[in-house]
């Protein structure tokens, strides 16, 4: 059988089970048309083998923005109070269901009763708070968000957040933050390491937390006792519905080298590839037995330092924005698998979708890079470009330095790894700018970069884009809320917290043998099957 590419075009919701028949719905071995044909039985395998590029520096969703962690642990492990649907839309996981007053801003929260922990303890109140509160604490966003709100016991299945300003979004940012509002018991929420990490990964999921091998793998097991919610009768909606975990062990093996990973898929050791590069998309394109995806995952991203040093200068910042050329630097590291557009947020999310300083963007004019240089004062000091070998990243940092360097900016590469990379952009003193990607979220406010903590430090040299910030987390409806981030969106494009340089496209394969994938801004294994 040649390779199946299924390709999902921008404006496309990401929402598809991929089996022969709906997840939580397919046919048991033996029966039906086999059985009546006198067929051998589909028989399954009891582990799936997925090969990702990196490891994460935790799996506490509550202070780690890593994807990785997020692709092997959210929905699966952890669970949130309310989730998204397959229309970005907000519906109840972990609560019954929820209330919002007028001018939304209480939110009371009724729980689900007789969810089990992974340690077999109930799921209460105590343990929501615990939760919640910590996850505001550890998560910028929500944290500037909810001001001095906190989460509330009301009784022992039932919670309440109450805000002295309107939240409309604060729903969004709980159900689909890049450091995920999960679940865990009061316990665990309250036991750190000294880096401030949760020691124990106690979920209510469908998997649970077995095994970290450093450098080698994570493993998650099935949860025998997990109580699942919605219809069984009908398809996982985006991250919602009902979860029937099949496969015992799902193995997340960390295999930093693409070549390697595409071998692997294509021998049968790995079952999937989670980060097919574009180096390597074209291989796996033509492989037999293998199914591709591809689509619109999130931003490429060179946050500049406004703390301190070169970029701290905005008249610096707007001569390395107008220099480059945004195609030849997303080439370098992502081949085809880039579109390029000025919106900070991805096509998945159509009304939030700007083009508000579109005029800023990918300008490649180096007449105008040098008379900014003049107005930045720049004497020749270096641009230091802290960047990782990760996806290729280090590739788009050769590109910039080139085009940089033809306009006069002395440039300065640090390559590191991953993880290096994220210890290092903590310290303001060791770099001028950092090169990351930003996975799609469904409202603004979750671009981390806006937060006056996050690494970049948006907000030291100039607070009106913290105002700004304060009046889109203020806004009373949604249509004020968009006219509010367009607003944002504009004066950041002048003010540039970062370079938003275009959007990256995922790109996953699979072998043809796995059923039942569910996929909705990433790929989910919580109904998962592997025939031998």
Known sequence: MRTKRITLMVGVVLAIVMSVGWAGGSKEAGSGAAAAQGTAPVKYKDELHIAVAQEAPSLDLHKNSSLIARQMTSGSVWEKLVTL???????????????????????????????????????????????????????????????????????DYTVRITFDHPAVTFLDVMAGAAQPAAITTAAAAAKEDTKGFMTDY?????????????????????????????????????????????????????????????????????DMDYNVT????????????????????????????????????????????????????????????????????????????????????NQHDAAKAKELLKKAGYNGQPFRILVSTLNGMDRTALVVQ??????????????VDWATLTQFRTDSSKYDVYVTSFASVPVPSLKLYFGPTYPGWTGTDDPHILSLVDAFNASKTREEAKHNW???????????????????????????????????????????????
């Open 278 to 361: 574009g180096d390597s998309y074209d291989r796996v394109v033509s492989m037999d037995g293998v199914k591709v995806i591809r689509y619109q995952a999130g931003t490429v991203a060179y946050v500049f330092n406004k703390k301190e040093g070169v970029a701290s200068n905005i008249y610096f910042r707007q001569a390395v924005n107008a220099a480059l050329n945004f195609d030849d630097v997303m080439r370098a590291a992502y081949g085809s698998l880039y579109e390029l557009n000025s919106s900070y947020m991805d096509s998945s999310e159509p009304f939030w979708v700007s083009e508000a300083g579109s005029e800023y963007y």
């Open 202 to 270: 106690i979920g209510t999921g469908p998997y649970k937390f077995v095994e970290w091998k450093l450098n080698q793998y994570t493993l998650l097991e099935k949860f025998d006792d997990y109580v699942p919610y919605g219809d069984p009768s009908k398809p996982v909606d985006g991250w919602a519905g009902y979860k029937d975990p099949k496969i015992k062990k799902l193995y997340f093996h960390y295999v930093s080298e693409p070549t390697t990973r595409t071998a692997g898929l294509e021998t049968g050791q790995y």
């Open 486 to 532: 367009d607003v944002l969106q504009g004066y950041s494009w002048e003010y540039l917290p970062l370079m938003n340089l275009g959007h990256y496209n995922a790109a996953m394969a699979w072998s043809d043998k796995v059923e039942n994938l569910n996929i909705y801004s990433g790929v989910y294994f919580w109904n998962v099957q592997v025939r031998e």
């Open 402 to 415: 080139q085009e940089l360097e033809a306009v006069g900016i002395k440039v300065e590469l640090i390559v």
């Open 85 to 155: 649907n397959s229309k970005s839309e907000v519906v109840p996981e972990l609560a019954e269901r929820y209330e919002t007053n007028a001018d939304s801003s209480e939110y009371t929260f009724y729980l689900r009763k007789g969810v089990k922990f992974h340690d077999g303890t109930i799921m209460t109140a105590d343990d929501v708070v615990a939760s919640m509160n910590r996850w505001i604490n550890g998560f910028s966003v929500a944290k500037q968000l909810a001001g001095k709100a906190r989460f509330v016991k009301v009784d």
